[in-house]
């Protein structure tokens, strides 16, 4: 029998901002960083130009700086928003739309296992083409989204017969559209 997943309630949504406004988001190491908004879009209809399935209004912030050197764009839980600066790429689009549909719904057992079973299987990352890959072994939504939108993993999971396994066990995430 198929698991039903559940949608995990988080605080209650922040109302959107607008182009214009200024907040600050905190780094990890306790930094802020202060940014403006210079666009703002509805990233239903972001997700929908890359044929995904994002069932809730949030907003897309377009913002003039990142908050860290590293970053390319964000999904972020506790503002149910995405983030972007300039210069994100689309395959980073993507891959954080893929965070606001998945973030939000329980994980199930079967997907538990398969997670555990990749990590299994490629105890030090994925090398390939001379490049070292290791952000899908991060944790269980990074493996998610790595797994709707990075080619090399994807590709990787091909060749190993595993990718129709991967979208198997992700199938109750209703990604696309």
Do not use: C
């Not at 039903?4 to 922040?14: A, E, F, I, K, N």
């Not at 190491?29 to 509805?42: A, L, P, R, S």
């Not at 490049?131 to 080619?151: M, Q």
């Amino acid at each position: 029998m198929e698991e039903q997943p559940t949608l995990l309630v988080r605080d209650p949504l922040v109302p959107w901002k607008k182009e214009g406004d200024t907040f600050s988001l905190t780094e990890k190491d306790g930094t802020q960083t202060k940014m403006q908004i210079m666009k703002v879009e509805n990233a239903v209809t972001l997700a929908k130009e890359f044929g995904f399935n994002l069932q809730r209004d949030i907003p897309a912030y377009y913002l003039n700086t990142a908050p860290s050197k590293t970053a390319n764009g964000a999904y972020v839980d506790r503002l149910d928003a995405l983030l972007f600066y300039s210069g994100t790429s689309e395959i980073t689009k993507r891959h954080e739309i893929i965070h606001a549909i998945e973030f939000r719904q329980e994980v199930t057992q079967e997907l538990k296992t398969f997670f555990e079973k990749i990590k299994d299987i490629f105890p030090d990352g994925i090398e390939k083409d001379g490049l070292t890959f290791f952000n899908y072994r991060k944790d269980i939504h990074e493996f998610i989204a790595d797994g709707y939108t990075h080619p090399l993993f994807i590709s990787v999971l091909k060749e190993h017969n595993l990718y129709d396994e991967f979208l198997a066990v992700t199938k109750y995430l209703n990604v696309f559209i």
